[in-house]
């Protein structure tokens, strides 16, 4: 009884999924802006969120609502200065034919660090007027909802948020990462493997 | 040369028998979880050594010990722990490996340092013996050449199956999810491997476990601990 998700198969290609807070980065992203534009309740939401009190979409709005009045540019020079999995990232660019990023961050706020890596992405979507950044009616990207992109392909999927599980479930091969916090029940409960440090990551998405 | 060799270390159960309230794999012998002295014995054996542990039953305990202590053991996750045996968890630890041979170690075994290096730089399938100390062995039957011919729970003798096997990974990922020794039998004949070992099912083995490994601590002058 080989575990068949396991392994790479030779009719489908693989795709690699990563969330990116606190996946490919090595801080999560909101609590950082809000430290660096100063916006102190982020970091009582963020807990909040964390702890299970508040829904990820509803925490997420609120969160956008917070940093509305913060510049788009501002958002985004703070993002390109977050430090990375550098190894992680690594593999990654080697083969990025074949990786995607998938993020609730806005694309205004991480589209130019995603071009920067020569990444293609899946993320929530806002205008931007003024400088300024509004959510789109129904703009929050449902992670789970990635997949009907991929048909005919064996997908695995990378990440460290209660936001993942979903997706993490619903793919062939899901990974949940403690690279930078434990791993939150509702992730473990959906994951097949969990892994602790980068160059273990990059050796099991290598044989995948 | 040395085999291609990884461990999978198989700790998804309930450990309903000792009832301790944790996974097996974290009950403290000698001031440390178990699993630490697994890990810390086969790290000193061969610091290179792939190991992947599997996980079940409060996994995210287990995650959480291995990611504070040895963070590049990764957890391969048996949510159906319920209901398979440790070949379901055996089977998906060598689902993520690339090595030729694979070492199977239950979460709730013991062995000494001595034993442990002869099956991790040994060559070729091998399977683990023990005199009879546990309440519902799987005895095993050997022929001249101390190869395992027969194992069964009515096999009678001095000697039983202690979990331990070496084996191709090829051979593993065949095996069907529940219990590892019926899995076994079509192998046989198996040389069997005499191993001094603890298997912690409930209180009293605990208790005996903390006894044996307080001696060897002392034999070895500390060294499970440098």
Known sequence: ?208 | MSDSLAVVISAAGLGSRLDYGMPKCLVPVCGQPLIFWQLTALRQIDPEIEVVVVAGFQSSRVAGYLRQFFPTVPVMLNHRFRSTGTAGSLVLGAGILETEWVLSLDGDLLLDRPSLNEWVNGHGAQLGVSPKTTRTPVGVALDENAAVVGMGFDIEGDLEWNGLIRLPRSVVLDFNDQHVFPNLLKHLPLPALLSETVEIDDPDDLDRAEVWLRGRIDEERGRWTS
Not at chain 1, 57 to 62: A, I, L, P, Q, V
């Open chain 1, 1 to 208: 009884m080989a575990p068949a998700r396991v392994r790479r198969s030779e009719d489908a290609p693989t795709a690699y999924l990563f969330d990116f807070d606190g996946t490919l980065t090595r801080e999560e992203l909101l609590p950082r802006i809000a430290e660096q534009a100063d916006v102190p309740e982020m970091a009582d939401l963020t807990r909040r969120t964390v702890a299970g009190e508040i829904p990820f979409r509803e925490s997420f709005r609120r969160r956008v609502e917070m940093l509305a009045e913060v510049p788009v540019d501002v958002v985004a020079a703070i993002v390109a200065d977050v430090p990375v999995h550098e190894r992680l990232m690594e593999w990654i660019v080697e083969h990025r034919d074949v990786c995607w990023v998938v993020t609730g961050n806005l694309d205004c706020w991480v589209g130019p660090w995603l071009d920067d890596w020569g990444l293609r992405s899946y993320t929530s979507k806002a205008v931007v007027r003024d400088g300024r950044a509004t959510l789109l009616a129904g703009g929050i990207l449902e992670k789970a909802s990635v997949l009907s992109d991929f048909a005919g392909w064996r997908t695995v999927m990378v990440g460290d948020g209660a936001n993942d599980a979903e997706l993490v479930r619903d793919v062939d091969f899901g990974i949940a990462t403690q690279l930078v916090h434990p791993a939150p029940e509702v992730l473990i409960e959906c994951a097949d493997c969990i892994v602790n440090d980068e160059e273990t990551l990059c050796r099991i998405l290598s044989r995948l």
